[in-house]
Each structure stands twice: as structure tokens, then as C-alpha cells.
């Protein structure tokens, strides 16, 4: 079940759609994933292997793969793989070649401050995206660039957005630790 973004009673507790991509589309959610990685610096982000052979394994890339899949309910390092694996349009971009879930792992445990950073970052203008209320069917064809009309985030909006960025981390480390138990 996909939850729609919404305030609940007076306390304002939010509440986030498990799937990121579903609320806002999927273009809008590459696109905000996308700007939040620019805004990293190459030098702040520890490399996945010492020598990338494709544009796939660049800390870069390898930071926009699971930034999308943790924004879009993909947590497992597995799952990751096998989603990057049926994607055609993924595939074509990299080549054919991509990480695997080992990879996505040990990148991930090297680089947690900058995925919670990409993440957080993407949320935040998620959230403001969403809230000037357009509909479905525009938001699937704007860039969030396009959008001038994002209103700021709150401080209590801001805390319920950091909160998510860790579960969700915290939820692939959990469900990759459980998988190394089968």
C-alpha cells in the first residue's frame, strides 16, 4: 500500500509514501536525486573500487543508485541489484554493466554521511515540491528546476525529514544483515 504525504491531527505528524517515485514521478524523483548528488563534491566521497571501469561504478553514480532506491522503498543491497538488472532504460545507460550488491554494500558502509546527505536533500525538496499542491500528471513531466513555487520546509517538517533519511538507512543496513543470515 502506497501512503499519500499528508498532515494528521494537530500534532503534525507526517507521513511519507513508502515509495518516493509513486507520489511525485518517477521523472521528478530521478531529477531530485540527480541535483542533490551535483551538489557533492568528488573528493568527499570514498570510491567503490580503485580503477572504475564504467560510468556505472563512479562514486557519483553509485551514490545516485542508492540515494533513488532508498527515496523509492528499495532498501536491500540485493534488491538494488536486481532492480538495476530489469531496468532497461538503467541498463542501456550503464552500459550493461553496473555494481553488484556487495558493492552497493561496501559503498554505502564508505560513504554513509554523503548517502544520508543526498537523501536528506532529496526529501527536503521533495517535500517543498509537493506542497504547492500541483497535480499528479504535471508533476510527472516538470523538472524540479522548473518548479519556482516551492514553499520552504519547517523546522518540525525539516526533523520528520531527517528521522525518515536515518530509518531508511538504518532499514538497508537491517534488511542486508538479514540477508547475510540465509
Given at each position: 500500500?502506497?501512503?499519500?504525504?499528508?498532515?494528521?491531527?494537530?500534532?503534525?505528524?507526517?507521513?511519507w509514501?513508502a515509495?518516493l517515485?509513486?507520489?511525485l514521478?518517477?521523472?521528478t524523483?530521478?531529477?531530485?536525486v540527480l541535483?542533490?548528488?551535483?551538489?557533492?563534491?568528488?573528493?568527499?566521497?570514498?570510491p567503490?573500487?580503485?580503477?572504475?571501469?564504467?560510468?556505472?561504478?563512479?562514486?557519483k553514480?553509485?551514490?545516485?543508485m542508492l540515494?533513488?532506491?532508498?527515496a523509492?522503498?528499495?532498501?536491500?543491497?540485493?534488491?538494488?541489484?536486481i532492480?538495476m538488472?530489469?531496468d532497461?532504460?538503467?541498463?542501456?545507460?550503464?552500459?550493461?554493466?553496473?555494481?553488484?550488491w556487495?558493492?552497493?554494500?561496501?559503498?554505502?558502509?564508505?560513504?554513509h554521511?554523503?548517502?544520508?546527505?543526498t537523501?536528506?536533500?532529496?526529501?527536503?525538496?521533495a517535500?517543498?515540491?509537493?506542497?504547492?499542491?500541483r497535480?499528479?500528471?504535471?508533476?510527472?513531466?516538470e523538472?524540479?528546476?522548473?518548479?519556482?513555487?516551492?514553499?520552504?520546509i519547517?523546522?518540525?517538517?525539516?526533523?520528520?525529514?531527517?528521522?525518515?533519511t536515518?530509518?531508511?538507512?538504518e532499514?538497508?543496513?537491517f534488511?542486508?544483515?538479514?540477508?547475510?543470515?540465509?
Amino acid at each position: 500500500m502506497i501512503l499519500d504525504a499528508k498532515e494528521r491531527g494537530t500534532a503534525g505528524d507526517w507521513v511519507w509514501p513508502a515509495r518516493l517515485g509513486a507520489w511525485l514521478g518517477q521523472r521528478t524523483l530521478a531529477d531530485l536525486v540527480l541535483e542533490a548528488v551535483r551538489k557533492v563534491g568528488g573528493e568527499e566521497l570514498n570510491p567503490p573500487v580503485t580503477d572504475p571501469v564504467s560510468t556505472a561504478f563512479h562514486p557519483k553514480a553509485m551514490l545516485a543508485m542508492l540515494t533513488y532506491c532508498y527515496a523509492d522503498g528499495v532498501y536491500g543491497s540485493q534488491d538494488a541489484e536486481i532492480m538495476m538488472r530489469e531496468d532497461v532504460v538503467f541498463r542501456a545507460l550503464c552500459g550493461l554493466d553496473f555494481p553488484d550488491w556487495r558493492q552497493l554494500r561496501r559503498f554505502r558502509r564508505h560513504n554513509h554521511e554523503m548517502v544520508h546527505r543526498t537523501l536528506a536533500e532529496t526529501f527536503r525538496r521533495a517535500w517543498s515540491l509537493k506542497s504547492v499542491g500541483r497535480n499528479a500528471a504535471a508533476r510527472a513531466n516538470e523538472s524540479p528546476v522548473q518548479v519556482g513555487s516551492a514553499r520552504p520546509i519547517t523546522p518540525q517538517q525539516l526533523a520528520f525529514v531527517e528521522q525518515e533519511t536515518e530509518e531508511r538507512i538504518e532499514r538497508a543496513m537491517f534488511i542486508d544483515r538479514m540477508a547475510d543470515d540465509f
